[in-house]
C-alpha cells in the first residue's frame, strides 16, 4: 500500500480538482481530504457518510466564576492572552476573568496555578472526522470547528483512519488532498508519505511557494514530483519552475493546460474526469500515470 | 501614538487573488496620500514583496522560547513531562528529553518545575524583514522550514507596524490558528473569495471565523464571471456587503505571474481599487452609525 500526498505550498493552485480527478482514475485507493481548513474534495466526490466521530485537539480551559477569588495570577501567567475581563452588559468590566475559548491554547497552566482550583480543564470538541462511501471508493475527511486550532492532530487522525482502512480492504493507495502552505498540518499530511506530488502554477508567486514546499520534502526525505496546473498562462516561468524543480532533484509528472472545463466540473460538483474531450483530463491521467510509474519504479530500486 | 486603522484581507480558500488585492490596495492607498503599513502575514508563504519589490533595510530572526534542562538541579522527578499538555517533554531514565517542534512556549514546564531546573531559552522559528516600497513600509515575516509556530512569527510581523494611518495585513488562508493570529486585531476584515462551490464553501468558513471574532467584514469576488451565482446568492442572504467584483481577464492574470501590480498597467483597475476604498468608508459609516464613539474615533483617524 502507498501513500500519495498532493500538496501545493501556495492554495488554489487547482489541487483538489486534480485530486478529484486521480480519484477516477487511480483503482483500488482510499481517499484522505486533509485540507481540514479548507475541507472542499467532498462537494465533488458525492460522500455519503457512513461514519463520524467528534474531534478534540485538546482541553480548554474554563474559569468557575462563583469560585473565584479574583486574584489574577491566570491572567498575569496566560501566554496566549486567553484571559481577560470581558466588558459585561452595562459596558462595565465584568468583576471576574473569563476565558476566551478561541485564543486558549489548552495548556492548562491557569487551572494548575490557581490558588482556589477555579478553574475546569475539559477536553473541548473542536471538529468532527467522518469516513464516507464515494463512488470512487472510501473517503476520510474532516471538519475542523470554527476558530479551532490544532489542525495538525486533526490531519493525523484522518491519516490514521485512512491507513486503517487501506489495511484492512487491501487497499493499493491513499490518496491525500494536503492543505496550503508549509506549516503545522501540511507537516502532519506529509510525513511518512511514500511520494508528494507538488502542484503549482507558473507565476512568481507560484515558484516562490514550489521552492518552499520542495525544502520542506527536502527535509523530511520524501520523493517528491511536480505538476504546473496552467502552464500555458505563463510558460517561460513554467520552464523555469520546472527547472529550478530538477536542480533540487524533482522531476516533472506532467503539465496540465488551463481549460475552462475544469471550473465547470466543480460547479457541476463532478471532476474533470467525467469530461471525456477535455484536454485537462487527459493530462492529469498522464500526471497520474507518471506518479504510479514513480512509485513502482522506488519499490523496484 | 495615534490608532491604526487595520485592515486584513483574509480568505478562507487559498489562491483567490488575497495578495493582490492586499498589494494593490496599499499602493492605491498611499497614492491617495496616506501612511500605509503593509505587512505580510501570510508567513508560511510570504509572496507580497514579490509585488511591492521593498527596499529591505533590517532582518532580524524570531524567537520563541523553550525549556532546557539544568542538569545539576534536575532530579529526574518527571513533572515536567506529566504537565505537559503537548507531550514536548519525556524523561526516560531520569534524563529530560525536549521536543522544540512540539513545545508550545507555554512556560508551564519551567514555572512548575519543583527543583526550579528548567530555564526558557530562546529557539529560532523564523525571520522579520522591514524595509519600504514607494513610500509604503512594508513588513513580513517568514517561517523557517520544518517549524510549526507560525503565530509567533505572525505576532512579530504585526509588532513591526509602525505609526501610520492604515495597515493592511496580508493573512495566510484558512480559518485556523495562523489567520485568528492575523485576524485578532483587525478593525476591518476583506474576505476575497471566487464564484465556485469550493469559493463558497470556504467563504462560509471564512464568515463564520470573522463572526466569532465578532469583526465587521465584507468580500470582494475575484474573477466574478467564471462560475455560477451562489455566492452572490449567499451574500445577498446574509445580508454582506460585497465591497468589490474584479473580473476574470488575462491582463490581471498576466500580470500577476510576472510579479506586477496591476493597477499599474491598467488604468481602469487602479479606478476600481480607488472605488474599492470609496465602498469601505461607505460600509465604516454603516457600521459605526450602528456601534459606538470608539469606532467612529478611529476611524476619522483613519482619514476616512
Ligand atoms: S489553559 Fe493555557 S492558554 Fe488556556 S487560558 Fe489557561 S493559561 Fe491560557
Ligand atoms: S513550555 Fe509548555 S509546551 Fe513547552 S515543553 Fe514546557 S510545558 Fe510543554
Given at each position: 500500500?502507498?501513500?500519495?500526498?498532493?500538496?501545493?505550498?501556495?492554495g488554489?493552485?487547482?489541487?483538489?480538482?486534480?485530486?478529484?480527478?486521480?480519484?477516477?482514475?487511480?483503482?483500488?485507493?482510499?481517499l484522505?481530504?486533509?485540507?481540514?481548513?479548507?475541507?472542499?474534495?467532498?462537494?465533488?466526490?458525492?460522500?455519503?457518510?457512513?461514519?463520524?466521530?467528534?474531534?478534540?485537539?485538546g482541553?480548554?480551559a474554563?474559569?468557575?466564576?462563583?469560585?473565584?477569588?479574583?486574584?489574577?495570577?491566570?491572567?498575569?501567567?496566560?501566554?496566549?492572552?486567553?484571559?481577560s475581563?470581558?466588558?459585561?452588559?452595562?459596558?462595565?468590566?465584568?468583576?471576574?476573568?473569563?476565558?476566551?475559548?478561541?485564543?486558549?491554547?489548552?495548556?492548562?497552566?491557569?487551572?494548575?496555578?490557581?490558588?482556589?482550583?477555579?478553574?475546569?480543564?475539559?477536553?473541548?470538541?473542536?471538529?468532527?472526522?467522518?469516513?464516507?462511501?464515494?463512488?470512487?471508493?472510501?473517503?476520510?475527511?474532516a471538519?475542523?470547528?470554527?476558530?479551532?486550532?490544532?489542525?495538525?492532530?486533526?490531519?493525523?487522525?484522518?491519516?490514521?483512519k485512512?491507513?486503517?482502512?487501506?489495511?484492512?480492504?487491501?487497499?493499493?493507495?491513499?490518496?491525500?488532498?494536503?492543505?496550503?502552505?508549509?506549516?503545522?498540518?501540511?507537516?502532519?499530511?506529509?510525513?511518512?508519505?511514500?511520494?508528494?506530488?507538488?502542484?503549482?502554477?507558473?507565476?512568481?508567486?507560484?515558484?516562490?511557494?514550489?521552492?518552499?514546499?520542495?525544502?520542506?520534502?527536502?527535509?523530511?526525505?520524501?520523493?517528491?514530483?511536480?505538476?504546473?496546473?496552467?502552464?500555458?498562462?505563463?510558460?517561460?516561468?513554467?520552464?523555469?519552475?520546472?527547472?529550478?524543480?530538477?536542480?533540487?532533484?524533482?522531476?516533472?509528472?506532467?503539465?496540465?493546460?488551463?481549460?475552462?472545463?475544469?471550473?465547470?466540473?466543480?460547479?457541476?460538483?463532478?471532476?474533470?474526469?467525467?469530461?471525456?474531450?477535455?484536454?485537462?483530463?487527459?493530462?492529469?491521467?498522464?500526471?497520474?500515470?507518471?506518479?504510479?510509474?514513480?512509485?513502482?519504479?522506488?519499490?523496484?530500486? | 501614538?495615534?490608532?491604526?486603522?487595520?485592515?486584513?484581507?483574509?480568505?478562507?480558500?487559498?489562491?483567490?487573488?488575497?495578495?493582490?488585492?492586499?498589494?494593490?490596495?496599499a499602493?492605491?492607498?498611499?497614492?491617495?496620500?496616506?501612511?500605509?503599513?503593509?505587512?505580510?502575514?501570510?508567513?508560511?508563504?510570504?509572496?507580497?514583496?514579490?509585488?511591492?519589490?521593498?527596499?529591505?533595510?533590517?532582518?532580524?530572526?524570531?524567537?520563541?522560547?523553550?525549556?532546557?534542562?539544568?542538569?545539576?538541579?534536575?532530579?529526574?522527578?518527571?513533572?515536567?513531562?506529566?504537565?505537559?499538555?503537548?507531550?514536548?517533554?519525556?524523561?526516560?531514565?531520569?534524563?529530560?528529553?525536549?521536543?522544540?517542534?512540539?513545545?508550545?512556549?507555554?512556560?508551564?514546564?519551567?514555572?512548575?518545575?519543583?527543583?526550579?531546573?528548567?530555564?526558557?531559552?530562546?529557539?529560532?522559528?523564523?525571520?522579520?524583514?522591514?524595509?519600504?516600497?514607494?513610500?509604503?513600509?512594508?513588513?513580513?515575516?517568514?517561517?523557517?522550514?520544518?517549524?510549526?509556530?507560525?503565530?509567533?512569527?505572525?505576532?512579530?510581523?504585526?509588532?513591526?507596524?509602525q505609526?501610520c494611518?492604515?495597515?493592511?495585513?496580508?493573512?495566510?488562508?484558512?480559518?485556523?490558528?495562523?489567520?485568528?493570529?492575523?485576524?485578532?486585531?483587525?478593525?476591518?476584515?476583506?474576505?476575497?473569495?471566487?464564484?465556485?462551490?469550493?469559493?463558497?464553501?470556504?467563504?462560509?468558513?471564512?464568515?463564520?471565523?470573522?463572526?466569532?471574532?465578532?469583526?465587521?467584514?465584507?468580500?470582494?469576488?475575484?474573477?466574478?464571471?467564471?462560475?455560477?451565482?451562489?455566492?452572490?446568492?449567499?451574500?445577498?442572504?446574509?445580508n454582506?456587503?460585497?465591497?468589490?467584483?474584479?473580473?476574470?481577464?488575462?491582463?490581471?492574470?498576466?500580470?500577476?505571474?510576472?510579479?506586477?501590480?496591476?493597477?499599474?498597467?491598467?488604468?481602469?483597475?487602479?479606478?476600481?481599487?480607488?472605488s474599492?476604498?470609496?465602498?469601505?468608508?461607505?460600509?465604516?459609516?454603516?457600521?459605526?452609525?450602528?456601534?459606538?464613539?470608539?469606532?467612529?474615533?478611529?476611524?476619522?483617524?483613519?482619514?476616512?
Open positions: 500500500m502507498k501513500e500519495i500526498s498532493v500538496i501545493s505550498g501556495k488554489g493552485t487547482g489541487k483538489t480538482s486534480l485530486v478529484a480527478s486521480f480519484a477516477a482514475f487511480a483503482e483500488n485507493k482510499v484522505a481530504d486533509c485540507d481540514v481548513d479548507a475541507a472542499d474534495l467532498y462537494l465533488v466526490v458525492q460522500p455519503e457518510t457512513i461514519y463520524q466521530e467528534s474531534f478534540s485537539g482541553g480548554k474554563e474559569i468557575q466564576e462563583d469560585q473565584c477569588t479574583d486574584c489574577g495570577l491566570c491572567l498575569q501567567q496566560c501566554r496566549f492572552d486567553a484571559i475581563y470581558p466588558p459585561s452588559q452595562n459596558g462595565e468590566p465584568a468583576q471576574i476573568p473569563w476565558v476566551n475559548p478561541i485564543f486558549c491554547e489548552g495548556c492548562r497552566l491557569c487551572a494548575r496555578i490557581c490558588p482556589v482550583e477555579a478553574i475546569a480543564f475539559e477536553p473541548a470538541e473542536s471538529g468532527l472526522c467522518y469516513i464516507s462511501k464515494t463512488p470512487y471508493g472510501p473517503m476520510v475527511h471538519r475542523l470547528g470554527i476558530a479551532q486550532g490544532n489542525s495538525g492532530k486533526l490531519v493525523s487522525l484522518v491519516r490514521e485512512a491507513k486503517a482502512i487501506a489495511e484492512k480492504e487491501s487497499r493499493d493507495y491513499i490518496i491525500v488532498d494536503g492543505p496550503p502552505g508549509v506549516g503545522c498540518p501540511v507537516i502532519a499530511s506529509i510525513t511518512g508519505s511514500d511520494l508528494v506530488l507538488i502542484v503549482s502554477e507558473p507565476t512568481l508567486s507560484g515558484r516562490h511557494d514550489m521552492l518552499r514546499a520542495a525544502e520542506l520534502t527536502a527535509h523530511f526525505q520524501i520523493p517528491t514530483l511536480l505538476c504546473i496546473n496552467k502552464w500555458d498562462i505563463h510558460p517561460e516561468t513554467a520552464d523555469r519552475i520546472e527547472r529550478e524543480a530538477r536542480q533540487l532533484g524533482i522531476l516533472p509528472a506532467g503539465r496540465i493546460g488551463y481549460d475552462p472545463s475544469v471550473t465547470k466540473a466543480q460547479i457541476h460538483k463532478t471532476s474533470v474526469a467525467s469530461y471525456p474531450d477535455s484536454p485537462a483530463k487527459k493530462e492529469m491521467h498522464q500526471v497520474w500515470e507518471n506518479v504510479i510509474k514513480t512509485l513502482n519504479k522506488s519499490e523496484t530500486g | 501614538m495615534k490608532k491604526r486603522f487595520n485592515i486584513a484581507i483574509a480568505s478562507g480558500k487559498g489562491g483567490t487573488g488575497k495578495t493582490t488585492v492586499a498589494v494593490n490596495l499602493v492605491v492607498l498611499a497614492d491617495l496620500g496616506k501612511c500605509v503599513q503593509y505587512l505580510d502575514c501570510d508567513v508560511e508563504e510570504p509572496n507580497g514583496h514579490i509585488f511591492l519589490k521593498p527596499d529591505i533595510t533590517s532582518r532580524s530572526a524570531v524567537t520563541v522560547s523553550i525549556p532546557e534542562v539544568n542538569e545539576e538541579k534536575c532530579n529526574g522527578c518527571g513533572v515536567c513531562a506529566s504537565i505537559c499538555e503537548y507531550k514536548a517533554i519525556a524523561v526516560i531514565k531520569d534524563k529530560v528529553l525536549i521536543f522544540p517542534e512540539l513545545c508550545h512556549s507555554c512556560g508551564a514546564c519551567s514555572l512548575l518545575c519543583p527543583e526550579d531546573a528548567l530555564v526558557e531559552v530562546d529557539n529560532e522559528v523564523g525571520e522579520l524583514e522591514t524595509g519600504e516600497s514607494q513610500g509604503i513600509r512594508f513588513a513580513q515575516g517568514r517561517l523557517n522550514i520544518g517549524q510549526i509556530a507560525a503565530p509567533a512569527v505572525i505576532k512579530a510581523v504585526k509588532e513591526a507596524a505609526d494611518d492604515i495597515v493592511i495585513l496580508d493573512c495566510p488562508p484558512g480559518t485556523s490558528c495562523n489567520v485568528i493570529e492575523a485576524v485578532k486585531d483587525a478593525d476591518l476584515v476583506i474576505l476575497v473569495t471566487e464564484p465556485t462551490p469550493f469559493g463558497l464553501n470556504d467563504l462560509y468558513l471564512a464568515v463564520e471565523m470573522t463572526k466569532a471574532l465578532a469583526k465587521p467584514f465584507g468580500v470582494i469576488i475575484n474573477r466574478y464571471d467564471i462560475g455560477d451565482d451562489e455566492v452572490i446568492n449567499y451574500c445577498n442572504r446574509e454582506i456587503d460585497i465591497f468589490m467584483k474584479i473580473p476574470d481577464d488575462r491582463r490581471i492574470a498576466e500580470a500577476y505571474a510576472r510579479g506586477d501590480l496591476v493597477i499599474k498597467s491598467n488604468e481602469w483597475l487602479n479606478e476600481l481599487f480607488a474599492l476604498w470609496d465602498r469601505i468608508r461607505i460600509y465604516l459609516e454603516k457600521v459605526s452609525a450602528d456601534h459606538n464613539g470608539d469606532f467612529e474615533k478611529r476611524k476619522t483617524e483613519a482619514g476616512t
